[in-house]
């Protein structure tokens, strides 16, 4: 399981647990922190994820719940699998390795870093005792250590770290194979790491983490948008084992930039296995990482009247009815004073998502549209602004000329005047196609819901009743060649 993220300065800290109020904080993992660098620009979710509140429950309590998640049965089925895998330390993967793999894998001392050691010097699961993150972490140091002096050892539940805007965040991958080398031809993408396998054309020995994922490889072909959310959550872990091998004095490239995929296979639970290249994901996880705000900037910003207190106090002694410490009205007024950035990717990666698209919506806000047409808008940040530049209004061009973002993330007037410019010529183009289509039968339009007029009023006002949707609006910032031109 995934570990509370440590503490910052003693203010920040402070000030973190008012936010949260009396209840155990929610732990960050890799998961949260793959989405919080999808959307570097939240500083809602920023806050929320530092401060450990359970966006999940502060959904549900202002009548917002999240419609994604795993069902009790997929959870039960996936660790279950997973037991499958690590049963008998791991013997199953080692096969999975030197049999679909073709890895050359030496044999390896199991060691399970998530339970204590008894008192006859061995560890796992057998020892019962769940050890805390501290001396899990300082077992997960010392036991790498000695990898990288060659030792040959399989670690099951290591705990490494990594610096999310200025707090250290524990997680934990699934387990990590160690010293495994690839014997097919042309095979792996990490670096070198002895001369000795490279003067007998061999290909070096790495360390891999594997990952263990209950949906099914059918075919030899999986869901391409689960194997990239398992792609981004492996990387968060090479990156954290790299940095951790640094932190030893150690070559980070140790650490294979390929990480192996177990999976069940076909409609059964026999398991196989597959490498997945995550180089990409390693270096989009770095980049938005050291994109982060520091936490600190953040809460020294925040109104001291926030509050996300979700605890529950029971009225009397034999009374049931809860009385929540905050009203669903003041955590939503608490979450209102918290920048959010939405983006329709939120859907599929925050708890809170349809509650920041509400706001947006609400507010006309560009963000509701995806961030190709937001940043093609530049500094035209109103659904309504777009509407009326496209419609060749005068005022609001004067109203933006002062600044704004610019296309593609640039700023003042010569972006904000480009951004007019393809409005205009996109309203254009759709009116040119609009008085192309063939006019309807008088009886079938006199039966249409809405008939199909040329002009910019009525573009407007189809536009408008459309700003909930990315596809609908997407024509204003998208437009025609001629217009990107």
Do not use: W
């Not at 503490?7 to 919080?36: E, K, M, N, Q, Y």
């Not at 990590?176 to 042309?186: D, E, S």
């Not at 509407?387 to 010569?414: E, F, Q, T």
Request: negative net charge; hydrophobic residues 40%.
């Amino acid at each position: 399981m995934p570990t509370s993220p440590s503490a910052p300065g003693t203010a920040v800290a402070a000030r973190l647990d008012a936010l949260r109020g009396p209840v155990p904080p929610r732990s960050h993992d890799a998961r949260t922190i793959a989405a919080l660098t999808v959307n570097p620009g939240c500083s809602r979710r920023a806050v929320l994820d530092a401060a450990g509140v359970d966006k999940r429950r502060l959904a549900e309590r202002i009548g917002s719940p999240a419609r994604f998640g795993q069902s009790p049965f997929a959870i039960t089925r996936g660790l279950m699998f997973e037991k499958q895998i690590k049963a008998d330390g791991c013997t199953q993967l080692i096969e999975l390795l030197r049999t679909e793999l073709a890895f050359d894998v030496p044999e390896h001392a199991y060691v399970d870093l998530g339970a204590e050691q008894s008192s006859g010097g061995t560890s796992g699961a057998a020892a019962g005792v769940v050890v805390d993150r501290a001396s899990r972490h300082q077992r997960t140091r010392e036991l790498f250590g000695r990898v990288a002096q060659g030792a040959a050892v399989l670690a099951d539940h290591p705990l490494l770290t990594l610096e999310v805007a200025g707090r250290t965040a524990y997680v934990e991958p699934d387990v990590v194979a160690l010293r495994a080398r690839r014997t097919g031809a042309g095979a792996g993408s990490g670096a070198a790491t002895g001369a000795g396998a490279e003067s007998l054309g061999l290909e070096p020995s790495l360390l891999y983490i594997a990952e263990v994922k209950s949906f099914a490889v059918i075919d030899g072909q999986a869901d391409p948008t689960k194997v990239g959310a398992a792609a981004t959550q492996s990387a968060v872990y090479v990156l954290a084992l790299r940095r951790l091998f640094a932190s030893l004095g150690m070559d980070p490239d140790i650490v294979a930039s390929d990480v192996v995929l177990v999976c069940p296979k076909d409609f059964s639970n026999k398991p196989t296995a597959h490498l997945v290249d995550v180089r990409r994901q390693i270096a989009a996880v770095s980049r938005q990482l050291d994109r982060l705000p520091r936490i600190e900037a953040l809460v020294a910003g925040l109104d001291p009247t926030i509050d996300f207190d979700l605890a529950v106090d029971r009225q009397g002694a034999t009374q049931d009815a809860p009385h929540p410490h905050r009203s669903a009205a003041e955590l939503s007024k608490s979450l209102t004073m918290i920048d959010a950035r939405y983006a329709p990717e939120c859907v599929t990666r925050c708890e809170l998502a349809f509650h920041c698209r509400s706001e947006a919506r609400a507010a006309g806000s560009a963000d509701a549209l995806g961030r190709s047409v937001r940043d093609a808008l530049g500094g035209i940040e109103s659904i309504d602004e777009a509407l009326a530049l496209a419609a060749g209004d005068a005022s609001a061009a004067s109203r933006l000329s002062g600044g704004g973002r610019g296309v593609n993330g640039g700023g003042g007037r010569g972006g904000t005047d480009e951004a007019a410019r393809l409005l205009r010529a996109a309203a254009r183009a759709y009116d040119e196609a609009v008085d192309m289509l063939p006019r309807m039968p008088d009886s079938v339009a006199a039966g249409a819901d809405a008939p199909f007029t040329a002009g910019h009023a009525s573009v407007g006002t189809q536009r408008s009743n459309a700003s909930g949707t990315a596809d609908d609006a997407g024509v204003a910032a998208t437009a025609t060649p001629e217009a990107q031109s």
